[in-house]
């Protein structure tokens, strides 16, 4: 990602107002996640209106860390490399050595990603590693763990009824995690838990820098801060873009956010990686990057899943899934030595992209505002 100061001055103005014209009507229908359509439920994550609740913050060994609350702390710029362990739940997934999507730590066994990062590769968890505690995907330090995948659970209903539904997959590891000041958990939002729309969140990804330049070696963890956009103006904004051999609906499972100030996005590339927001001093996993379109266009917020909407369906896979067989652990393998070669996917990838679009948004700002009234 690259830091574009040049969008906090001059053109930088027109889009700011246009962000506060957003956020306005945004505050008085406050976030409700509204699809367009109806989506059968597939998981047990219906709206609750009212006070925002307080996420349940778990232990998750006796003296050890809590969710959600790393180590590592200070001021945080978008678009530059991640400090270590500043997002100690964040995961690559890697399919035969090679970096294909990102995914979430949840507790000491379990990890949460996009199932879509899947689609045409095999299924066989021995294909599979995670690798933690690093924001490099080389030049791995001490603080790094390589993890074998004992299980991987899509959800059953992944796109059954329209594209990207359900896009999320559970992955159970044959050991436990060692939590360390730069490994943890994200804390799992509760069911139905509403978020304020001044939230701050953040995406993070092993992305491209922009739609044409591929993140260099040794692929350092990028950032971007994004704001929460509500279903209706995400669905009004991607009406922009039906067409017959595309669905480009946001269902009631799925969320938006984005920035229209900076352009901070997902784009081409890399899957699964956190969206989390800050809710009491707390960071909350509440949507994995699922989809989008053209990155050159920042217009479009970014589509993710919505971990809340799947808190039951995450806790019933917890609850009845067996523990691994300490028979069936296979040795652990050391790093490489070369240089991993980054895979892409058919999802999005963190990544900042330019803003060049505010006459257009302005327009669709305007058609919706005449819708509300």
């Not at 778990?58 to 003296?63: S, T, Y």
């Not at 997934?93 to 970096?99: A, E, G, P, R, T």
């Not at 929460?228 to 938006?256: G, H, T």
Request: proline share 10%; with cysteine.
């Amino acid at each position: 990602m690259e830091a574009e100061v040049w969008t906090l001055r001059g053109r930088g103005r027109p889009l700011a107002l246009l962000w506060l014209l957003l956020l306005l009507p945004l505050a008085a229908l406050g976030l409700r996640g509204s699809p367009s359509a109806a989506t059968p439920a597939s998981a047990s994550g219906d709206t609750v209106e009212g006070d925002v609740p307080t996420p349940t913050v778990q232990r998750l060994a006796p003296g050890s860390l809590v969710c959600g609350r790393p180590k590592v702390m200070g001021k945080i710029y978008g678009g530059q490399d991640v400090v270590a362990g500043q997002w100690p739940w964040q995961a690559s997934l890697m399919y035969q050595k090679s970096h294909i999507c990102g995914a979430a730590l949840i507790d000491s066994f379990w990890l949460v990603s996009t199932a879509h990062c899947f689609i045409n590769r095999s299924h066989a968890p021995e294909n599979y590693e995670i690798l933690l505690g690093s924001t490099q995907l080389y030049q791995h330090t001490q603080h790094a763990q390589m993890m074998s995948v004992n299980r991987i659970i899509m959800h059953p209903d992944f796109e059954k009824f329209h594209p990207f539904g359900n896009d999320i997959v559970m992955l159970q590891l044959h050991l436990p995690v060692n939590f360390t000041s730069y490994i943890s958990p994200a804390c799992l939002p509760t069911p139905g838990m509403q978020l304020p729309i001044y939230s701050s969140c953040w995406i993070t990804g092993w992305g491209m820098l922009n739609e044409d330049t591929p993140l260099p070696p040794p692929f350092r963890l990028q950032e971007g801060k994004v704001s929460l956009v509500e279903n209706k103006l995400c669905n009004m904004l991607y009406e922009q873009r039906l067409s017959k051999d595309k669905n480009y609906s946001v269902y009631e499972e799925m969320l938006c956010a984005g920035n229209f100030l900076t352009g901070k996005a997902i784009c081409q590339g890399d899957s699964g990686s956190p969206l989390v927001c800050d809710l009491f001093n707390t960071w909350v996993l509440v949507g994995l990057a699922s989809w989008g379109v053209d990155c050159r266009h920042p217009i479009y917020p970014s589509v993710f899943t919505n971990v809340t909407y799947f808190t039951d369906w995450i806790s019933k896979i917890q609850r009845l899934t067996p523990p691994p067989e300490p028979t069936d652990v296979p040795p652990q393998t050391p790093f490489p030595n070369g240089l991993l070669r980054a895979v892409g996917s058919p999802g999005p990838h963190a990544a900042l992209m330019p803003p060049r679009t505010w006459l257009p948004l302005l327009s669709v700002l305007r058609a919706w505002q005449q819708a509300l009234q």
